[in-house]
């Protein structure tokens, strides 16, 4: 029988900082009638392209893999919702236009991360949608995760 790994406690849940050429260049989320997650240990290319039609797509950058330096999330949401989850100590730029929807960064509180911190850049629209980034500390926990990753 297979051992279940143990969750990573709330306290070392960190991204990772990769050499800009250890992350692919361009990859790209799709979201059509049904929802899409990325969440745990996963690589941020330097470009992602995230479409989301009549659907849900959930970024949780918390322990991803970035690039050093910019990373660039382009997103388009049409009658549909894109959630990113931005640990803190990443700078997010936000450059987005909601028409009849929102497209919104909330720091939560957080103050202004170091300036050679790795940047998140945020760019798009939503039309009749919602495009949500927050930024979160290493201890929140995710209230709509429906397994004990995050416990």
């Given at each position: ?44 290319p ?18 991803a ?26 700078r ?52 709509d ?7």
């Open positions: 029988m297979r051992e279940r790994a143990q969750p990573v406690p709330a306290r070392l849940r960190r991204p990772t900082i990769l050499a800009p050429d250890q992350v692919p260049a361009r990859l790209g989320v799709v979201a059509a009638f049904t929802s899409t997650e990325r969440r745990a240990d996963w690589t941020v330097h470009h992602l392209r995230v479409v989301a039609t009549a659907g849900n797509v959930e970024l949780d950058l918390r322990v893999r970035l690039s050093a330096g910019v990373t660039v999330i382009e997103v388009v949401a049409i009658i549909g919702n894109v959630e990113i989850i931005v640990p803190a100590g990443i997010v730029e936000c450059a987005g236009d909601g028409i009849l929807g929102l497209f919104e960064y909330d720091p939560r509180g957080w103050t202004t991360p170091a300036t050679d911190a790795p940047v998140i850049q945020v760019r798009g629209r939503s039309f009749l949608a919602n495009v949500e980034i927050r930024t979160v500390g290493p201890a929140e926990v995710d209230p995760a429906d397994d004990d990753e995050w416990d």
